[in-house]
Nanobody, 124 residues
């Protein structure tokens, strides 16, 4: 099992940027597909982005494509989510997740480990 801790959330104005980080510990980080999800109050958990084991492939939800970038540093056991051109509808708790994979990367059930989440609030 891998243990995940997110950081980097906060309050930002619409149009601004934030960079989320997720630190992993435990089993070999490079053996996990990593994803970011988010959950707004009263809504289901929503897939945001996924990156494969080596970082050579990335996948994005249509709602964030072109604005968010997922990346990883296997040497440092870290995964990142660079969020640009933020909108009020991006407001949510953002979660980092790990999956042995491969599977349907957009499904929460495919992920084996989750962080505690970090709040992102975008003001209009």
């Amino acid at each position: 099992q891998v243990y995940l801790v997110e950081s980097g959330g906060g309050l930002v104005q619409a149009g601004g940027s934030l960079r989320l980080s997720c630190a992993a510990s435990g089993r070999a980080f490079s053996s996990y597909v990593m994803g970011w999800f988010r959950q707004a109050p009263g809504k289901e958990r929503e897939w945001v982005a996924t990156i494969n084991w080596t970082g050579s492939r990335t996948y994005y939800a249509d709602s964030v494509k072109g604005r968010f970038t997922i990346s990883r540093d296997n040497a440092k056991n870290m995964v990142f989510l660079q969020m640009n051109s933020l909108k009020p509808e991006d407001t949510a708790v953002y979660f980092c997740a790990a999956s042995i994979g491969p599977g349907s990367v957009w499904l929460p059930g495919e992920y084996d480990s989750w962080g505690q989440g970090t709040q992102v609030t975008v003001s209009s």
